[in-house]
T-cell receptor
Framework: DTGVSQDPRHKITKRGQNVTFRCDPISEHNRLYWYRQTLGQGPEFLTYFQNEAQLEKSRLLSDRFSAERPKGSFSTLEIQRTEQGDSAMYLC?????????????FGNGTRLTVT | GQQVMQIPQYQHVQEGEDFTTYCNSSTTLSNIQWYKQRPGGHPVFLIQLVKSGEVKKQKRLTFQFGEAKKNSSLHITATQTTDVGTYFCTRDDKIIFGKGTRLHILP
């Protein structure tokens, strides 16, 4: 069990550019979550997958954000036309189960800075 | 909306003092989970509570789930510097996290 890994750890980009982050969950985990966290706040839900199906997406998420989990394993989160307000830590988490109550295992996150 | 509210937002305690954080939901929960996030780190799962009135202990940490399954508390006895961090509760679908309680320990 190597844990949840995220790549890159840090990303600095200029406003208007597109960025893509990757998350590799724990191998047997069928659920994968993306969160965004800013300083002093709790993780803010973005979206979640069960296997390859994207089951829920936050209403707060604009159309500039898209996530995929094509084979039910790793996932990517893309932000198009980045804005300074997108600067945050993007956390990925995975869990196993058919019901909601299995614990989340978080990765170390990708810190995005939009200049 | 279905929120979880945590109080207090910040807590400063002298090392050795006790600490309690509270989590309140606007709706009845099937279960609640608690996580700890150290400064610069990511949230780490602490415990899950499922039954009404449930009490669980982990060394100096005591977790309670309210009888109505709408609130929960985390109590730390005799805090240590290793307890520093932010403690979050999350609703049973794990989609909604509270804002957390940030614990500072004064030496």
């Amino acid at each position: 069990d190597t844990g949840v890994s995220q790549d890159p750890r840090h990303k600095i980009t200029k406003r208007g550019q597109n960025v893509t982050f990757r998350c590799d969950p724990i191998s047997e985990h069928n659920r994968l979550y993306w969160y965004r966290q800013t300083l002093g706040q709790g993780p803010e839900f973005l979206t979640y997958f069960q296997n390859e199906a994207q089951l829920e997406k936050s209403r707060l998420l604009s159309d500039r954000f898209s996530a995929e989990r094509p084979k039910g394993s790793f996932s990517t989160l893309e932000i198009q036309r980045t804005e300074q307000g997108d600067s945050a830590m993007y956390l990925c988490a995975s869990s196993y189960g058919e019901i909601y109550n299995s614990p989340l295992h978080f990765g170390n996150g990708t810190r995005l800075t939009v200049t | 909306g279905q929120q979880v509210m945590q109080i207090p937002q910040y807590q400063h305690v002298q090392e050795g003092e006790d600490f309690t954080t509270y989590c309140n939901s606007s709706t009845t929960l099937s279960n609640i989970q608690w996580y700890k996030q150290r400064p610069g780190g990511h949230p780490v799962f602490l415990i899950q509570l499922v039954k009404s009135g449930e009490v669980k202990k982990q060394k100096r940490l005591t977790f309670q789930f309210g009888e109505a399954k709408k609130n929960s508390s985390l109590h730390i006895t005799a805090t240590q510097t290793t307890d520093v961090g932010t403690y979050f509760c999350t609703r049973d679908d794990k989609i909604i996290f509270g804002k957390g309680t940030r614990l500072h320990i004064l030496p």
